[in-house]
């Protein structure tokens, strides 16, 4: 009998976003066997082989059950084969390294968009905004738990070539369907003044085409996991932008095939459903998971606002998410949008979601070159890249967030 069950504390695992219970995880072996037994060998985790592709050899997991068929791992657990004793926590379904950190308020994030609009460029730059400049403002330590490895070893793998003597950028992402990929791990630690903060944090970037239909968005098993979404917008598809002297502009961009592009309203309207189908939402609750709706390539456009529009301004700096800031931006890009004709848009994500924010970024800040896929020679001048993570994170009270003005 699981007398204990009131006291389960699940979350998603931040790999393979499947809902585990921290009270009952597999466990690695630590290699540290008892004296006279054989140490036990690395070789590929074949859970992982077929969850990743990831025939990386590494100690077999440790998934001794009890009599109700109940794992027993909670802080440790005795490897049967060597009698090796363990602390590092598996997720029983995909056989990932928990970080230590991983908490059942733990948030999963997913980034979406149409084809173009920059996801993969975005992601990598927003890698190194982390790290670095938001890691330096917020005195945190962020890391990445999982190692440089899957999706992360990507990320680092393009901010080192776009930052390089060729300055390149990457290729867009490919069409998964099915098959899973190994999303990117962060791990979030400062001091809030009272104790100290954790949280986990993970992305999972999807191809473009893979949300052109409902059936390409049903197949992203993890978007019915996640805790937050950002959806990126490619300003050049929006409706009154589809004019001859946009379309040049918008090829000059990167934006190609404009005959047969994705709009946003396709993609937003398939997510819509899919979510409501997942939850089981009836037609007159709001889906509550907080939605980012992030249009990319802003810089192209700011030669059409004023010096002094908010979506031209830098990020504020300071230890909290400026929410006026946030909202100024906000209220400026769905006017920018409704003149760009998605008035519809506009009106159907107020109507589907509880909580959204309308963001204007740049990844590149100025314009590359797509003939050669490179960088402005000007270099990386990224535009308010963090603002939809730090808004989701001071949505989910982890960091600290500004009073509105009056």
């Known amino acids: 009998m699981q007398i204990f069950k009131i006291f389960k504390k699940t979350t998603g695992c931040p790999f393979c976003y499947r809902e585990i219970d921290l009270q009952e995880t597999a466990f690695q072996c630590s290699g540290h066997g008892k004296p006279g037994l054989s140490r036990c060998e690395e070789e590929p985790d074949q859970l992982r082989v077929q969850e990743f592709g990831d025939t990386t050899p590494v100690r077999p997991a440790i998934t001794k059950k009890n009599s109700d068929e109940v794992l027993l791992g909670h802080n440790k657990m005795t490897c049967p084969n060597c009698g090796a004793q363990s602390g590092i926590r598996l997720c029983p379904h995909c056989h990932s390294p928990l970080p230590r950190s991983l908490q059942a308020d733990s948030p999963m994030f997913g980034l979406v968009g149409v084809r173009n609009s920059g996801k993969t460029v975005y992601l990598s730059v927003l890698h190194n905004e982390l790290v670095r400049n938001i890691a330096r403002r917020f005195n945190a330590s962020i890391d990445t738990p999982g190692g440089n490895r899957g999706y992360t070893q990507q990320l680092l793998l393009n901010s080192s070539n776009m930052g390089g003597a060729n300055a390149q950028l990457p290729a867009q992402t490919a069409a998964r369907g099915n098959r899973n990929a190994e999303p990117a791990i962060y791990e979030w630690k400062y001091n809030d003044g009272k104790r100290l903060r954790s949280t986990v944090f993970s992305f999972y970037d999807s191809a473009g085409e893979d949300l052109a239909d409902r059936a390409g968005v049903e197949s992203q098993q993890y978007l019915k996991s996640v805790n937050g979404i950002i959806l990126m917008l490619d300003p050049f598809t929006f409706q009154e932008n589809l004019t001859d002297g946009i379309q040049k502009k918008a090829l000059a961009g990167g934006t190609s095939d404009l005959k047969n592009l994705t709009t946003p309203e396709t993609v937003i309207g398939n997510l819509i459903e899919v979510i409501r189908d997942s939850q089981g939402l009836k037609p007159n609750k709001k889906i509550k998971i907080p939605i980012a709706i992030v249009v990319a390539k802003i810089d192209a456009f700011f030669d059409d606002l004023p010096e002094s529009s908010p979506i031209r301004r830098r990020s504020p700096d300071g230890q909290v998410f400026d929410e006026q800031d946030s909202l100024d931006v ?66 989910r009270g982890f960091i600290p967030k500004s009073e509105v003005e009056k």
């Open 330 to 395: 906000h209220n400026h890009m769905a006017s920018l949008m409704q003149k760009w004709g998605a008035d519809n848009l506009v009106r159907r994500v107020d109507t589907e979601f509880e909580t959204y924010r309308f963001f204007g970024v740049s990844a590149l800040g100025a314009e590359p070159d797509y003939t050669s896929l490179s960088v402005n020679p000007r270099g990386l001048l990224p535009h308010r890249v963090a603002d939809p993570i730090l808004w989701l994170l001071a949505e």
